[in-house]
Structures are given as structure tokens and as C-alpha cells.
């Protein structure tokens, strides 16, 4: 079945850059919503942005428009989460997603649409 695997994350300061990677195996169709989750301690897994597999729409949290860009490189089966001008707010551990769906997203950002999830890969933002 679906298995996804994060990596990419680490340590870095106040508007710097990072990207994460998620590699996706045991699925070989282009209808899959995969997306980036993050949660800080104490608080709710948030999403971050989603991008459906088949035609590369893309979704975002306002909290990280014109800072993240996903995409999904289907030759790799993997999808990227650059994110530039981070700060200490983005600091969580980062999680990939995937839902089986046919067409769109209907709940993007919606943790409880997924039902694959990586084991996470930690950011922190100083």
C-alpha cells in the first residue's frame, strides 16, 4: 500500500531555506492528494499545502502563501516542500500525507482526509 517517507528537515536561522522531501512507493497512479502537515508542541497538526498528483493543482495555508511552494515530481514519486523566509513560527515537526482520490481535493488541509502519513522530519527555526 501507500508508504511515504519524509527527509530534508533540520536546523536553520530566521530567513533561511529549506527542502523537504517526500518519497511516495506502493502507488503507481496520479490520483493521490498528497500533502505537508506541521505540529508544534502543544498545539494541533496543522496542514500546509497540498498538491493533487494528477494535474498539479496546488493548495496553501495563508500562514505560509508566498513563503512554501509543494510540487510533485511524478518521474521521482516525490513530492517537495521548498520553503523560503522561514521563521521561528515554522518551527514543528513537518509531515507527509496521501489520500487516494479521484479528480481534486475536497479537504486539502483537513488532517482527518488522509489516511497515509509519514514519520515526520523536524524543522527549527532560531
Known amino acids: 500500500d501507500v508508504q511515504l517517507v519524509e527527509s530534508g528537515g533540520g536546523s536553520v536561522q530566521a530567513g533561511g531555506s529549506l527542502r523537504l522531501s517526500c518519497v511516495l512507493s506502493?502507488?503507481?497512479?496520479?490520483?493521490?492528494?498528497m500533502g505537508w502537515f506541521r505540529q508544534a508542541p502543544g498545539k494541533e497538526r496543522e496542514g500546509v499545502a497540498t498538491?493533487?498528483?494528477?494535474?498539479?493543482?496546488?493548495y496553501y495555508a495563508d500562514s505560509v502563501k508566498d513563503r512554501f511552494t509543494i510540487s510533485y515530481d511524478s518521474a521521482k514519486s516525490t513530492v517537495y516542500l521548498q520553503m523560503n523566509s522561514l521563521e521561528p513560527e515554522d518551527t514543528a515537526m513537518y509531515y507527509c500525507?496521501?489520500?487516494?482520490?479521484?479528480?481534486?481535493?475536497?479537504?486539502?488541509?483537513?488532517?482527518?482526509?488522509?489516511?497515509?502519513w509519514g514519520q515526520g522530519t523536524q524543522v527549527t527555526v532560531s
Open positions: 506502493g502507488y503507481t497512479y496520479n490520483t493521490l492528494c
Open positions: 498538491v493533487y498528483t494528477g494535474h498539479g493543482l496546488t
Open positions: 500525507a496521501a489520500v487516494r482520490m479521484i479528480g481534486f481535493c475536497p479537504s486539502p488541509l483537513k488532517n482527518f482526509a488522509y489516511n497515509f
